[in-house]
């Protein structure tokens, strides 16, 4: 049986956004002289000596976060649309934020500099907790709804969302700098894994492996009586009928005697 895998562009993004903007972040850190992350903000290194590595990053990330959310909106349907559109719209313009937290100050118009640059930072932060926070609420749905065909992500991924929620909440009211650092690493540590794990399932996803060989036929049973089920009750359009007609065919082929065997 052949299997066309997508191959979507999209998923890659995220992992190059998350690598490409970690390195020149952490790269402008230690270039600056006496930056000291439990003192300093993350912001505060687009005013040091390596300020042009902290907005390539910031602006790397942006950019390549957009295309990337569009993608993982795509992956997430058939389980709360609305809350799914809202996280997109969010993360979009969230990402937008991110790319305009990387624009160097002008000395000149240092104050209305500083004003926008809170504003972004601010809306950055917030927006990017919140979509996570709806993202991951919609990644724990996924994992007990019968008509989603997506990524089976990790349930911690959604426990995850929940901490970085929280750590936000906790920047809200101390305001230093450590909790920002630690809010900012975990931010890149939940794209990280969104992105591999979907990278994994657009480009390793085969149907059917996971059942065992012996269990063939059982399997295949199961599915063919779901199918005539859902077909009886007209119900052809769902998108699980394409997931169930993938595993039939799957283990119809399996079940297909060898050459050998016909011998």
């Known amino acids: 049986m052949e299997y066309k895998i997508e191959h979507k562009m999209e998923s890659i993004f995220g992992l190059l956004g998350i690598i490409i903007a970690s390195i020149f972040i952490v790269t402008a850190a230690i270039l600056t002289p006496n930056y000291n992350p439990l003192l300093n903000t993350v912001s505060s290194l687009g005013e040091g000596v390596a300020k042009t590595l902290f907005s390539i990053g910031f602006v790397i990330a942006g950019s390549l976060g957009i295309p990337f959310y569009i993608q993982l909106e795509r992956e997430l349907i058939n389980i709360k649309e609305s809350i799914r559109r809202l996280a997109t719209g969010i993360s979009i313009f969230s990402c937008v934020c991110i790319g305009l937290v990387g624009i160097i100050p002008d000395k000149s118009y240092l104050d209305l500099f500083f004003a926008f640059h809170y504003f972004v930072a601010f809306v950055s932060f917030a927006g990017t907790s919140v979509y996570i926070g709806l993202y991951s609420f919609l990644m724990y749905m996924g994992g007990s709804s019968i008509s989603y065909t997506g990524p089976k992500f990790k349930r911690y991924l959604s426990y995850l969302g929940l901490v970085i ?65 859902l077909n009886h009750l007209e119900l052809t359009d769902e998108p699980i009928m394409k997931t169930l007609e993938e595993n039939i065919s799957f283990l119809r082929d399996k079940l297909k005697p060898s050459k050998k065997e016909k011998q």
């Open 165 to 229: 929620n929280i750590v936000f909440f906790v920047l809200l009211i101390s305001f230093q700098p450590i909790v920002e650092w630690i809010l900012t690493i975990l931010i890149l540590i939940w794209i990280l894994i969104t992105s591999i794990q979907m990278l994994s399932f657009k480009f390793f996803n085969i149907p059917g492996v996971y059942y065992r060989k012996g269990n063939y036929p059982k399997a295949l049973n199961k599915f063919e009586q779901a199918f005539e089920i």
